[in-house]
């Protein structure tokens, strides 16, 4: 019952005027980036789908909503016999966004897909929010691994999601091992300060770390004195140490000492991991240093500054009596949309490489063969399309995004604040299509 | 199975040095209060108790351990047995905290504290980064009554939690269904501006709404033109109508011209609710509108600037060989702790104001009869201590922040950046005590 209140008030009064069965088109969008950015990935739209099988009103529910007076009987009966049977169609998960694009359309009866706002914009607006920051990390750091360690900072299920949205976005792995579980990624993890805390010296912490998961382990080295940890690593381990953790104190001074002095104790091979507190721009200016991998929790997990998509769902066309649509929007001071079902294309030049987002109200945008349509089909009368939910959905979404970002001008890159990296352009408007 | 990997292989080591069955103590804790915040409200500590009896690893989770080599035998057979068994004790939740204020104490083996690290985290850090925010906002609103309305651009399952937390700390009710559904607080909602598209004309809607509703709703009048629909509003719902929504333009004067438009056709009773983006500043900038109720969404949920609250989880003291406790703490560079199991007590002057925040290290520390001891009992040897959890725990921490909150200096309420609005002192420490 992932669902405000107001949705299910506005049902009962729709039921009780009878607009409730008209088909409508609601959708999703966001009228802006997060300051500065240039460009937002979507995020999300494989969990909307998995979790809309399960999106029903079963008796506890109906019965809280019952005693506490939220709804009629009518309305109770209707939600009782729920199970959303509409169409879903939009970008693929993965894929970039921008201003206005149409990234989720549904339509169905407006009851249907009236009380689905909170559920889809809750998702959409969190795991976007994550892959997009993830996004510019992944940017960052080049060709150099990231791996998602920011569960304990965020919500308990927001940190399955967020490990999930990381890897879709090109992080190599997190430390979340329920994300593992459930999408198949990759879990990755060592030990804490706490581990060489319980044990009476750093030595015999490294030594019960060593023997339990052999020299291939990394070793944590700043829980002291990080140059003794280094060599003591080193003189228990031999040359085969995997590598060692850094998550305190100056990275870029650190990394350059402890590189010199596993190559002078011939541990050529001992990689070196950071994870202070790093963001995109920490990242980038850990550029010049010996690094071998990135570990990032808190801005991650938090969006770096942008913990949420400011998406919006929007009735955007809705049945006359005639059986007609008709294109609706809300017309008032600073939140004015624009109404009408929406496609989108990609437009792209010759070398490939993308100029527009271009948006046809009622139809799709003509387009060249440089040119690649943007929304797929997710849900047809209710009908899971194969391939974009689970494990599989991750991997085809790390694909997507992958394939996009080749795709953009080299500005897309630049972390510095920025307009939209390619502008969003309406085709001209047919009014009251479909 | 909310753990980060690191847990899980510290405890495979741990198990293979004998140093897992030491018995230990963790405490979460926040150096820091978000930049220029006067104090934090601590948040979750009922969700961390009401989840911590299903914290177990079942045939599912094992088997993924398995498959994937996270973990040996011996550490599968262990966690297969897992269940807490140790004491739990912190602050009540709705407390206030300051930066080092020991909110949560752990005591049991290393190898049960030390899996449960993620998870206690994750829900702290979330939950209080919420509270907080919230806490603030009830401050600015003064007695007029804020409406949690966030869900949407948060998490879904973090939603809930939110709308716990802001309740906690003086919300009248929130939007959100499932958290009337699981922790018993008021849910409230009318409709949105696709309510109003969905008709004909907005007198289609109002009279749709009303109809179903009673008079006595609140209606949305910013679709279209909002001094004409509160004509129609007053013309169709007369003198008994509830209250009239703005979402949308300059709040301030709207309110003014609505709050004389409504009055001029002489429905003095009706109220006016405004919900667009406010946060605790846009609160306060409406206190001389005449507005009264706030609906608050995105600020909330995103902890308006600060959506975590920084808390870690360290190891502060364990068993050594001879049974003896010995306090630890890290060293190294700029993320010092102070070791040793600590105690705190909120100082008060005589006329009960908050002067300090003291915190004992080893032992209690010396109050005189205005003081406040802070700690509570949560769990003793893995058995819930009652009244913490569930809808007597959300009703609980709601009175304890109230009560809480009366005893600050008035400074607590200021919204400008400063320090905390008491110090954190620790007594003279007393070395490797239990």
């Given at each position: 019952?992932f ?6 008030t506005m049902l009962q ?6 607009a ?9 969008f966001?009228r802006?980036l997060p300051?500065?950015r ?5 995020g999300g739209?494989?969990?909307i789908?998995e979790g809309?099988?399960?999106f029903?009103?079963?008796p506890?529910?109906l019965?809280?909503l019952a005693?506490?007076n939220?709804?009629?009987d009518?309305?109770l009966?209707?939600?009782?016999d729920f199970?959303f049977s509409?169409n879903?169609f939009g970008?693929?998960?993965?894929e ?10 549904i339509?169905?009866t ?7 706002e909170?559920?889809v ?7 976007s929010a994550i ?5 510019r990390?992944?940017?960052a750091a080049g ?5 998602e360690m ?7 299920e927001?940190a ?6 990381a890897v ?9 091992l ?11 993890g060592?030990?804490?300060?706490s581990f060489?805390?319980?044990h009476?010296s750093e030595?015999a912490?490294?030594r019960a770390?060593l023997?339990s998961?052999?020299?291939g382990t990394t070793l944590?080295?700043d829980?002291?004195?990080?140059e003794?940890?280094v060599?003591?690593a080193v003189a228990?381990a031999g040359?085969?140490l995997g590598?060692?953790?850094l998550?305190s104190g100056?990275?870029?001074?650190q ?23 790093l963001?995109?721009?920490?990242i980038?200016?850990?550029?010049a240093?010996p ?11 938090t969006?770096s500054g ?7 769902y929007k009735?955007?066309?809705?049945e006359g ?6 294109s609706?929007?809300?017309a008032a001071k ?9 496609y989108?294309?990609?437009r792209?030049?010759?070398a490939?490489?993308a ?5 046809g ?9 440089n040119?690649?349509?943007?929304l797929e089909e997710?849900?047809?009368?209710g009908v899971l ?8 959905g991750v991997?085809?979404?790390?694909a997507?995004?992958a394939?996009s970002?080749?795709e ?6 630049r972390?510095?604040r920025?307009e939209?990296?390619i502008?969003?352009e309406?085709?001209?408007?047919i009014?009251a299509a479909k």
């Amino acid at each position: 019952m992932f669902t405000d209140h107001y949705e299910l008030t506005m049902l009962q009064a729709a039921l009780h005027s009878g607009a409730a069965h008209r088909r409508s088109v609601f959708e999703a969008f966001a009228r802006r980036l997060p300051d500065g950015r240039r460009y937002g990935v979507v995020g999300g739209t494989g969990r909307i789908l998995e979790g809309l099988e399960h999106f029903r009103f079963g008796p506890e529910e109906l019965n809280f909503l019952a005693q506490n007076n939220v709804v009629n009987d009518e309305t109770l009966s209707w939600l009782a016999d729920f199970k959303f049977s509409g169409n879903i169609f939009g970008y693929a998960e993965g894929e970039l966004y921008f201003p206005n694009s149409p990234i989720l359309t549904i339509e169905s009866t407006f009851a249907e897909a009236c009380i689905l706002e909170t559920y889809v914009l809750s998702i959409l607006n969190h795991d976007s929010a994550i892959a997009s920051a993830a996004s510019r990390m992944i940017g960052a750091a080049g060709s150099r691994p990231c791996i998602e360690m920011g569960s304990r900072r965020t919500h308990e299920e927001s940190a399955v999601a967020a490990s999930r949205a990381a890897v879709i976005a090109g992080f190599h792995g997190t430390s979340n091992l329920e994300a593992g579980l459930r999408y198949g990624v990759l879990t990755l993890g060592t030990a804490a300060h706490s581990f060489t805390l319980l044990h009476d010296s750093e030595e015999a912490a490294f030594r019960a770390q060593l023997g339990s998961m052999g020299s291939g382990t990394t070793l944590l080295v700043d829980t002291y004195d990080v140059e003794a940890a280094v060599r003591k690593a080193v003189a228990i381990a031999g040359p085969a140490l995997g590598g060692v953790r850094l998550d305190s104190g100056d990275l870029l001074a650190q990394a350059r000492d402890v590189r010199a002095l596993l190559d002078s104790l011939g541990n050529t091979n001992t990689r070196i991991t950071v994870t202070s507190d790093l963001d995109e721009f920490a990242i980038a200016a850990l550029a010049a240093a010996p690094v071998d991998s990135y570990g990032v929790g808190t801005s991650l997990v938090t969006g770096s500054g942008a913990p949420t998509a400011s998406m919006v769902y929007k009735l955007v066309s809705r049945e006359g009596d005639n059986g007609e649509f008709v294109s609706v929007a809300k017309a008032a001071k600073n939140k004015a949309s624009v109404g009408g079902r929406k496609y989108a294309t990609r437009r792209l030049n010759s070398a490939g490489i993308a100029t527009s987002e271009l948006v046809g109200i009622g139809h799709a945008p003509a387009a060249d063969d440089n040119d690649r349509v943007l929304l797929e089909e997710f849900m047809v009368d209710g009908v899971l399309t194969p391939g974009w939910t689970g494990s599989d959905g991750v991997v085809r979404a790390t694909a997507r995004h992958a394939a996009s970002m080749a795709e953009m001008p080299g500005a897309a890159r630049r972390l510095q604040r920025g307009e939209p990296v390619i502008p969003t352009e309406y085709e001209q408007a047919i009014p009251a299509a479909k």
